[in-house]
T-cell receptor
């Protein structure tokens, strides 16, 4: 079975631009979450979606938004990019609450 | 503020030795605890899940949980150079329909041949 898939793998953007990251969960997983990991830190929670509804939001500015589609795939959008948005963006899916998250390979975003 | 604390290391152990990784967490209501391994430039991969007090063993890995002390640990027996990675402790929080993991900063482990 395919794991969590993310695209693109790498992305280079300029300050002020917009970016869209995409994620497909493991088949049968209805919950998708997004995490940001900057160098030297653990992943930080951005969003959780379940059945197309936002269920949780971390401490990130409104420049960050996300949505989940009927097939449970998800997009993370970041507007007005800042240098500090440079990070590894991780998508994860989970079969049920209190179960472990399964992460995709991540999207490495570099903002110049 | 839900917090997870880990020693950042680096922790260096000789090949064949036992590596001991520790983690403390702030929220007494937490029920689920995970250890992830992350190689440089890669995404986290799950090593162990633990939900009850005590020890849980899986091959060379043993996770230990003490909810009264709010303490989780991971022991790696017969450490191999391929175990060299950053180990992330994660604590699950669920409430108001939300489910999220809070991660520590990770402990970097180096296994010296």
């Amino acid at each position: 079975d395919a794991g969590v898939t993310q695209s693109p793998t790498h992305l280079i953007k300029t300050r002020g631009q917009h970016v869209t990251l995409r994620c497909s969960p493991i088949s049968g997983h209805k919950s998708v979450s997004w995490y940001q990991q900057v160098l030297g830190q653990g992943p930080q929670f951005i969003f959780q979606y379940y059945e197309k509804e936002e269920r949780g939001r971390g401490n990130f500015p409104d420049r960050f938004s996300a949505r989940q589609f009927p097939n449970y795939s998800s997009e993370l959008n970041v507007n007005a990019l800042l240098l500090g948005d440079s990070a590894l963006y991780l998508c994860a899916s989970v079969i049920s609450y209190n179960s472990p998250l399964h992460f995709g390979n991540g999207t490495r975003l570099t903002v110049t | 503020q839900k917090e997870v604390e880990q020693n950042s290391g680096p922790l260096s152990v000789p090949e064949g030795a036992i590596a001991s990784l520790n983690c403390t967490y702030s929220d007494r209501g937490s029920q689920s605890f995970f250890w992830y391994r992350q190689y440089s430039g890669k995404s986290p991969e799950l090593i162990m899940s633990i939900y009850s007090n005590g020890d849980k063993e899986d091959g060379r890995f043993t996770a230990q949980l003490n909810k009264a002390s709010q303490y989780v640990s991971l022991l790696i027996r017969d450490s191999q150079p391929s175990d060299s990675a950053t180990y992330l402790c994660a604590v699950a929080y669920s409430g108001a329909g939300s489910y999220q993991l809070t991660f520590g900063k990770g402990t970097k482990l180096s296994v010296i041949p």
